[in-house]
């Protein structure tokens, strides 16, 4: 599993699978204050980015990746949100 959680931070590192994108809604709602660390992610399965843009987390870390983080990260960071 790729998506991990430590109090109000979630972590996505790897590949983000279709199985991560559950975990992480469920979370998402039920987590206070949510952010997310990207650092280390360098893919995001189609139905994780969806959850990402539903509900539009503050982004703590942004992908090293730079696909991501130049051309996805910015349709789902809320203002706020730290490279």
């Known amino acids: 599993m790729t ?7 979630g ?35 189609g139905a994780v980015l969806q959850t990402l843009l539903a ?3 503050i982004v703590d870390a942004l992908p090293h990746d730079p696909f991501l983080a130049e051309w996805i990260m910015p349709n789902i960071t809320r203002s706020g949100a730290r490279s």
């Not at 998506?3 to 931070?9: A, D, G, N, P, R």
């Open 55 to 57: 509900y539009r987390p």
């Open 11 to 45: 972590c996505l590192d790897g590949v983000a699978t279709a199985e991560d994108a559950m975990d992480l809604a469920v979370w998402l709602v039920s987590t206070k204050n949510a952010s997310i660390d990207l650092t280390t992610c360098t893919h995001l399965h």
């Open 3 to 9: 998506f991990t959680t430590k109090e109000h931070v």
